[in-house]
């Protein structure tokens, strides 16, 4: 079983950043499949950015080059550093993990970009 938790939600204006946190309620040195998705009103929850199974990062289009996702193991803490936001970036964000064949999903956090 595994507990996320994200944090760091908020108003912003276009052109601002944000960080985004996600605390684990275990420890994630060994969960290699997690990361963050958003949904915005009447759309699907999509994938932003994650830690692949391989190692790697992978980030939807719309985001590359302005997200980055990273994580503290020893913290048990994924983040999402958001930088020149754009009011198309409004949506929950959900962290997300799949471990064991399992998947988790925190609670959401509102981000709003206004123009």
């Known amino acids: 079983q595994v507990q996320l938790v994200e944090s760091g939600g908020g108003l912003v204006q276009a052109g601002g950043s944000l960080r985004l946190s996600c605390a684990a309620s275990?420890?994630?040195?060994?969960?290699?499949?997690m990361g963050w998705y958003r949904q915005a009103p009447g759309k699907q929850r999509e994938l932003v950015a994650t830690?692949?199974?391989?190692?790697?990062?992978k980030y939807a289009e719309s985001v590359s080059g302005r997200f980055t996702v990273s994580r503290d193991n020893a913290k048990n803490t994924v983040f999402l550093q958001m930088n020149s936001l754009k009011p198309e970036d409004t949506a929950v964000y959900y962290c997300?993990?799949?471990?064991?064949?399992?998947?988790?999903w925190g609670q959401g956090t509102q981000v709003t970009v206004s123009s």
């Open positions: 997300n993990a799949n471990y064991l064949g399992a998947t988790y």
């Open positions: 275990r420890i994630i040195f060994n969960i290699r499949d």
């Open positions: 830690f692949t199974r391989g190692g790697s990062t």
